[in-house]
């Protein structure tokens, strides 16, 4: 079965973008692009909430391979995308389709699908909602050494401990250390 990922950059605070959305603060450097490369690998299919899907759908067609690695330019513009939103009427960015409701559903139906695995680039309502469904299967959670102060949570209205085991972490030149864990009611296989 295919799996759902969380890779997201964090704060030490635990924000994933500022208090008007700023992501200026992400600290990456070539250590972190070639995590990046190999990680993308590993994946078929991107999942969006709006804000987010916005955000890339803005950047990514219009990146440069001299200044971005041609695998995710790549990766980024063919990868099927699904986006999660009540308030988009379209998707254009290509191989989107959106999603208005039955998120659980979606997301179920999507694991039983041949392919390799899911993942989720920043979004965090969509991460929080999967998260209290316990449809998310692993977390990577690059922690930068910043603290913001205020911003996006990662995580927002959970209403019950959701148990997690850690399966690694590597610490970047930059600072910044992976934390990736397993829901602890997985099972995993390496």
Do not use: C
């Not at 969380?6 to 600290?27: R, T």
């Not at 200044?67 to 009540?86: G, L, T």
């Not at 988009?88 to 998120?103: H, Q, T």
């Amino acid at each position: 079965m295919r799996k759902i990922i969380v890779a997201n950059l964090a704060s030490l605070d635990g924000f994933i973008a500022g208090p008007n959305g700023e992501i200026d603060w992400f600290n990456v450097d070539k250590e972190f692009e070639r995590y990046a490369v190999d990680f993308i690998s590993t994946v078929d299919t991107m999942l969006y909430g709006r804000v987010t899907y916005q955000l890339m759908a803005g950047y990514w067609p219009t990146a440069s391979a001299t200044e971005n690695d041609p695998r995710i330019i790549d990766a980024m513009n063919s990868f099927p995308k699904v986006v999660f939103s009540k308030t988009l009427n379209k998707v254009e960015w290509k191989n989107a389709r959106l999603v208005k409701d039955d998120i659980g559903g979606e997301i179920s139906r999507l694991k039983q699908q041949p392919g390799k695995n899911m993942v989720i680039y920043g979004s965090g309502t969509i991460v929080s909602q999967l998260s209290q469904m316990g449809l998310i299967d692993e977390y990577r959670i690059f922690v930068s050494p910043i603290i913001l102060g205020n911003g996006r949570q990662q995580f927002e209205n959970i209403d019950h401990k959701l148990d997690l085991k850690l399966l690694e972490t590597k610490t970047f030149g930059t600072g910044m250390v992976l934390l990736h864990y397993v829901a602890a009611s997985q099972k995993q296989s390496n």
